[in-house]
């Protein structure tokens, strides 16, 4: 067995900054990599396409059941 068999494939870079990541913080480089992208989900950066959701006119919890 040759011991290029055991080697693990290139680790991908941080999607963020591009530098190699590390298994700690896996996908990314660093907290701060992280970090940037939570608050690029919490901002609504990232946005699945898709058909636009309908919006209902009354307020959401409550309802005029009298």
């Known amino acids: ?3 290029d068999d055991k080697t693990a ?3 991908k870079p941080c999607p963020i900054c591009g ?3 590390l298994q700690r913080f896996r996908p990314f480089c660093s ?3 992280a970090d940037v992208d939570l ?3 919490l901002k609504g950066s990232y946005v699945v396409p898709g058909e636009p959701a309908e ?3 009354e307020a959401p919890g ?3 059941e009298d």
């Open 1 to 3: 067995m040759a011991p």
């Open 9 to 11: 494939p290139p680790a």
């Open 19 to 21: 530098k190699p990541a």
């Open 31 to 33: 907290a701060r990599c």
């Open 39 to 41: 608050g690029r989900w």
């Open 55 to 57: 919006v209902s006119e």
């Open 62 to 64: 409550r309802r005029d």
